[in-house]
C-alpha cells in the first residue's frame, strides 16, 4: 500500500510588530501629522517595514497620503465608502482589525514575510497592542503639544532587546534613540 503522504507543513505564525515613534511625553501626533522633522526616523521606519504588510488607521493613511513603495497597507475604517472611487495599488481595506490581521496574515505569506507591522495612529496601537510580540520604537527627545498619545503600557510585560543612539542627522530636529522590545 501507498505511504500516506507526510502532514502539510503548518504555515508559520505571523507576529505582529508594533512600529512607532514616541516623545518624551508619549506624543505621536499633532493635527493628522507628526510633531517633528526626524528623516533619520523615516529611514529606521522604511527599514523595518519594507517587504511586509502594515496595518494602519484612515487618519495615519490620510496623513501619509498613498500607499508606501515595496509594503502592502491595509487601511482600518468603518467607512464602506473610503475607497468607493477608487483603491490605490498595494491598499487594502479592513472593516475590523480581526478582518485587519487576517488580511495582514495572507499578505505576509504572499510576500514570504513572517511579521505584520502594525504601524499606528493611536487608535490602532491601542487595538493591536495586546497581541503585539516585539515594539520597535523611536523615543524622539522632545515633548510636543500633541492630540494623539501613544496607549499606556505595562512595562513588566517587555523586555528591552535593544537600545542604540541614533547619530543625529542634520535634518533631524531632536536626538532619536531606537529601542526594540519582545514581549516576556
Ligand atoms: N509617531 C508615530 O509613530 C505615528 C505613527 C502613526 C500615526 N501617527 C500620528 O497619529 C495620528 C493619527 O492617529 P489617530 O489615533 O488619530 O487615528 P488613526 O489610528 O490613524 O485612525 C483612526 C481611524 O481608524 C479607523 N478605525 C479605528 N478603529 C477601527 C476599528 N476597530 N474598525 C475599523 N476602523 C477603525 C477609523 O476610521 P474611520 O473614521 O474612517 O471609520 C478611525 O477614525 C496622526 O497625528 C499621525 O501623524 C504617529
Redesign the pocket.
Known amino acids: 500500500m501507498d505511504k500516506p503522504p507526510p502532514p502539510a507543513k503548518a504555515a508559520p505564525p505571523i507576529s505582529l510588530v508594533v512600529?512607532?515613534?514616541?516623545a518624551r511625553n508619549g506624543a505621536?501626533?499633532?493635527?493628522?501629522?507628526?510633531p517633528w522633522r526626524a528623516p533619520g526616523d523615516l529611514r529606521r521606519f522604511r527599514g523595518i517595514t519594507w517587504g511586509r504588510p502594515l496595518i494602519?488607521?484612515?487618519?495615519?493613511?490620510q496623513?501619509i497620503g498613498g500607499p508606501l513603495p515595496g509594503r502592502e497597507t491595509i487601511v482600518?475604517?468603518?467607512?464602506r465608502r473610503?475607497f468607493a472611487d477608487a483603491r490605490p495599488e498595494h491598499v487594502h481595506v479592513?472593516?475590523?482589525?480581526d478582518a485587519a490581521l487576517a488580511l495582514a496574515a495572507d499578505l505576509a505569506r504572499a510576500m514570504g514575510a513572517t511579521e505584520a507591522i502594525l504601524?499606528?495612529?493611536?487608535?490602532?496601537y491601542r487595538?493591536g497592542l495586546p497581541g503585539a510580540r516585539k515594539l520597535r520604537l523611536?523615543l524622539v527627545d522632545c515633548a510636543p503639544e500633541a492630540?494623539?498619545f501613544f496607549p499606556e503600557i505595562d512595562w513588566s510585560e517587555w523586555l528591552e532587546t535593544r537600545r542604540e543612539r541614533a547619530p543625529r542627522g542634520a535634518e533631524d530636529e531632536f536626538a532619536l534613540e531606537f529601542i526594540d522590545y519582545q514581549r516576556i
Do not use: H
Open positions: 512600529v512607532a515613534a514616541i505621536l501626533g499633532r493635527d493628522n501629522a507628526l494602519m488607521g484612515r487618519k495615519t493613511f496623513s482600518l475604517t468603518r467607512n473610503f479592513a472593516e475590523n482589525f504601524a499606528g495612529g493611536a487608535e490602532i487595538l523611536t492630540d494623539a
